[in-house]
């Protein structure tokens, strides 16, 4: 399977902004789903935002306008963003990214990356 890493986590006061990061292997037919979900300590996983190969991009309705995903394609690897403003105490968990390959676009979304191959995850936290 192929493995994905994420990195940039850390503490941040609330308002603040942090900027993660996941290197994963390159898609030999171009066609990735990569996404972001998050835990927190006793709540579910959630989905935070996805991206298609075509560029096509999803967010939950908790970070809509203050969150970005995007994506490097180059012929090493794959690096996932994720750019996180305005950071609330909400927003404290566990960060993970999922990637998928050889998935069509029309096929990408949070639910089909469930399925996909996941990183050890890095931690968020935000203080009020």
């Known amino acids: 399977q192929a493995q994905v890493r994420e990195s940039g986590g850390g503490s941040v006061q609330a308002g603040g902004s942090l900027r993660l990061s996941c290197a994963a292997p390159?898609?030999?037919?171009?066609?990735?789903?990569m996404g972001w979900f998050r835990q927190a300590p006793v709540k579910e996983r959630e989905g935070v935002a996805s991206?298609?190969?075509?560029?096509?991009?999803?967010?939950a309705d908790s970070v809509k306008g203050r969150f970005t995903i995007s994506q490097d394609k180059d012929n090493s690897k794959i690096t996932l963003y994720l750019q996180m403003n305005n950071l609330k105490p909400d927003d404290t968990a566990m960060y993970y990214c999922?990637?998928?390959?050889?998935?069509?676009?029309?096929?990408?979304?949070?639910?089909?990356?469930?399925?996909?191959?996941w990183g050890q995850g890095t931690q968020v936290t935000v203080s009020s």
């Open positions: 991206i298609a190969s075509d560029g096509t991009i999803t967010y």
């Open positions: 999922a990637a998928m390959y050889g998935v069509s676009a029309i096929w990408c979304d949070l639910s089909s990356l469930q399925k996909g191959n």
């Open positions: 390159p898609s030999a037919n171009r066609r990735t789903c």
